[in-house]
């Protein structure tokens, strides 16, 4: 028997995306960043498969000879992000924009998008820690509801509409196979990640980083 923590999913605290290189692996050094921030209202995730083919062959007489169905198989998912804060270095680590710098001073004030963001794709990752699951809570320690996107590229900015209502950020991407060597920044989680993996869940002890309007350096 193997004993489980099950949890009941709900809301959603702050996320943190992490810079990564081409391989998945986090960047670190001068070149690093991660943003964390809670100015978003949703993350919607769309599991794809490819639909096997369906194999028939027909016998002479016009009776099946041979009918058989290749597996569907998960392919990716993709991830949908809708925010209601427009963070520059967020918008320049997943899209690959480019920071722009006020006049008034060098703090990152903007961002431009352009063709020139093909060329180098961004690379990133994705976790979301929600609130504390109830359950855990009687244990006396709380364990956070966590997910992990390891490995996310082909961002790309949903439609938007500039007008009385907010407007809306939304970043749509597709996850790619993880790294071993993605462990966000915590050993804890070393040990949950298998080669391949595209998304997880689990509940840990490890509280929320704190929301800022910053790029940080990784780790």
Known sequence: MVNLLCDAPAQGLVVRVIKLDSC????????????????????????????????????????LCQNYKLPDQFTNDEVTIDFCVWNPGLIVNTIGARLLTGSFSPTGAGFAHGTWSNVTPAHWSLELWGPPSADSCATG???????????????????????????????????????????????????????????GKLLTPVAPPASTCNILAYP
């Open 24 to 63: 998945g692996v986090p960047v670190t050094g001068a070149a690093s960043a991660q943003i964390v921030m809670d100015g978003f209202t949703q993350v919607a995730v769309s599991p794809q498969y490819d639909t096997g083919d369906r194999k028939i062959t027909r016998k002479a007489n016009g009776t």
């Open 141 to 199: 320690v709380p364990l956070y509801s966590y997910w992990f996107w390891p490995h996310l590229a082909d961002a790309k900015k949903g439609d938007y509409t500039i007008g009385a209502d907010p407007t809306m950020l939304q970043i749509i991407a597709n996850t790619y196979d993880g790294s071993t060597l993605w462990t966000a920044g915590a050993a804890w989680l070393a040990a949950a990640i298998v080669a391949g993996d595209h998304q």
